[in-house]
């Protein structure tokens, strides 16, 4: 290997998501649907990276290839230059509607994947507060789901994915289903998780907003087929304000791009 | 599932509130107030004066009065007879009305036992593979709809008219309830949990079926399970009234004779049972399934 060629090879490796050619296609007997195509770009580590898109754009299923719940059609997605095969504990998941377990408690929720990895009891109890304090709800160790709001179940949902460290958090329109005031607040939560606990986030999102209040890049995709339009870097202080004139010109950039 | 001391609270008041509410909505059907559980005994005495004046004017045999049958029911349960432990051939004093009973639990508790975890772990397995489902699903669409009596002649030429017998009835019962709830148990859980739990590591179908599948599909099992219990009793007296001792066996032998006082304190036999069973079943099911609203 030249010089040359170990020095792209590691600026690959210094990415810690690249998504590379990407393309999925689904065939049916009656049609074939161009989900994906071509898709390229990376995530730096411990960058927050929103992807957002009109509806029918893809990014469920550019999620879905990423978390290794599908397989692509062409390319492949390198975490920490390998690549996916399946979904694992290095990819943390969060879900729009939560994907709690109703008949464990939100402790046990969160246990779940050190259960899984074979973690000592008192190892586990002890990560397991540590990120139920993280996300605030201490007090709640012991309820189930069900007795929880929208925005308390979403926060077990990070809790429990942040358990097991993994590399990437990928999150699929977390916030999608709660209103708008908890998802102001969860937002400021998650900005200071990230920054407290150094994660590489992936957050795919319809909401332009969001991905502008969020993100340090914005991967802007178009549909048919679903492809990369822009990335558009956030250059923004935090904590950052919906009325400043400057994060007004963003969102109306990408809005643009997407041509609502 | 964690039942600990320190949960908060509402695990405890819900079966708190269960219990009463089981005892009484069996009995009379709702559990709102103290008018109602009035208006249920206003009922029931109703209910026994028509049922009495009724029997006074057909008279005799037709239709015995209450009195009659509670007459006859306190007959049977203090009639002196020898039970024979089966297996060990001791004699043992009793009367009869619990050895009826206990002859009827020889064959419906193995029935419903055997029937009910072949059921749910075939419907388990049907609904978790792709594959056995395709290749299973003709057959279970052609056996399912056979009325478990309809084995009677098979029953009894591999079995005999006995508890085995009988215990066939029952348990092919049992199987087809737990199977479907099974089935469909496992067949509606939830994609997302699935995909959350191999995200969090679980990589291989038995732990998938054991930490997410059964716990999920629990409710829809119990109900099985429940139905089962009930729907079991009624077959255990269809069963019966080919000549399998038990309390089914009684209630057709005493009409026989004529004695429709004793036939009746049977029938009423199975309704206690029954509701005696039911309402147990129904706490463990509380319990099992605490962390449900």
């Known amino acids: 290997m030249s010089t040359e060629e170990q020095g792209v090879q590691n600026a690959q490796n210094a990415q810690k998501v690249h998504v590379d050619g990407l393309g999925k296609r689904y065939e049916s007997d009656r049609q074939t649907v161009q989900a994906l195509q071509d898709v390229n770009f990376g995530v730096d580590d411990g960058e927050f990276v929103c992807i957002v898109g009109p509806s029918g754009c893809g990014k469920t299923t550019l999620f879905r290839l990423i978390a290794g719940l599908e397989d692509p059609t062409t390319g492949a997605v390198r975490l920490d230059g390998t690549p996916v095969e399946g979904p694992g ?5 969060v879900f729009q509607e939560y994907g709690l377990f109703p008949w464990r408690t939100v402790r046990e929720n969160v246990s779940f994947g050190l259960e899984e990895q074979g973690v000592e009891k008192a190892e586990r109890g002890r990560r397991t507060s540590e990120m139920l304090e993280l996300v605030g709800l201490d007090e709640f160790a012991d309820a189930y789901p069900r007795e929880l709001s929208g925005g308390m179940k979403q926060r077990v949902g990070i809790a429990r994915a942040l358990a097991v460290d993994p590399e990437l958090l990928l999150m699929d329109e977390p916030f999608g ?5 908890t998802r102001d607040m969860l937002h400021e939560e998650l900005l200071s998780i990230w920054s407290e606990t150094e994660k590489t986030v992936l957050f795919v999102t319809h909401d332009v907003e969001e991905a502008v209040t969020l993100s340090d890049r914005v991967v802007v995709m178009a549909a048919d087929p679903g492809r990369v339009r822009e990335v558009v870097d956030v250059d923004l202080a935090r904590p950052r304000e919906r009325t400043d004139a400057e994060f007004a010109e963003y969102v109306e950039h990408i809005r643009g791009l997407i041509g609502e | 599932m964690s039942k600990e001391s320190g ?21 009379f059907g709702d559990e709102s107030g103290l008018r109602n559980v009035g208006l249920g005994l206003l009922g029931t005495v109703a209910f026994l004066l028509v049922w009495h004046l009724g029997a006074l004017a057909v008279g005799g045999i037709l239709l ?7 007459q006859a029911f306190l007959t049977e349960l203090t009639a002196p007879v020898t039970f024979v432990l089966p297996v060990l051939g001791t004699e043992i004093p009793a009367t009869r009305l619990p050895v009826k009973l206990v002859e009827s639990l020889y064959h419906y508790i193995p029935g419903l036992l055997i029937g ?3 059921g749910i772990a075939s419907g388990v397995a049907m609904g978790w593979s792709g594959s056995l489902d395709a290749a299973l699903t003709p057959v279970t669409r052609v056996l399912r709809p056979i009325p478990p009596l309809a084995w009677i002649a098979f029953a009894i030429i591999w079995l005999g008219v006995n508890h085995n017998g009988a215990a066939f009835i029952v348990g092919i019962g049992a199987f087809w309830i737990n199977f479907y709830n099974a089935y469909s148990g496992v067949e509606g859980v939830p994609t997302d949990l699935k995909e959350v739990a191999a ?14 599948v059964l716990p999920a599909a629990s409710p829809s099992i119990m109900t099985g399970i429940r139905t089962s219990i009930g729907q079991c009793w009624m077959i255990v007296v269809a069963a019966e009234l080919f000549g399998a001792p038990g309390v089914g ?27 005696v069973s039911d309402g147990v079943f129904r706490r463990v099911e509380q319990n099992v399934l605490e962390w449900r609203a």
């Open chain 1, 89 to 93: 504990t290095d990819r943390g998941m």
């Open chain 1, 177 to 181: 289903a709660v209103d708008a005031q």
């Open chain 2, 7 to 27: 949960t908060v609270g509402v695990a405890g008041v819900s079966v708190g509130a269960g219990d009463e509410e089981s005892l009484r909505s069996r009995l």
């Open chain 2, 64 to 70: 015995p009065t209450p009195l009659a049958v509670a």
């Open chain 2, 116 to 118: 009910s975890v072949l």
């Open chain 2, 199 to 212: 995200s969090l590591g679980v990589d291989d179908d038995l732990t998938m079926i054991r930490k997410v």
């Open chain 2, 249 to 275: 066996f009684q209630i057709i032998n005493a009409a026989q004779n004529l004695s429709m006082d004793v036939s009746v304190a049977y029938m009423l036999v199975i309704s206690a049972v029954f509701l």
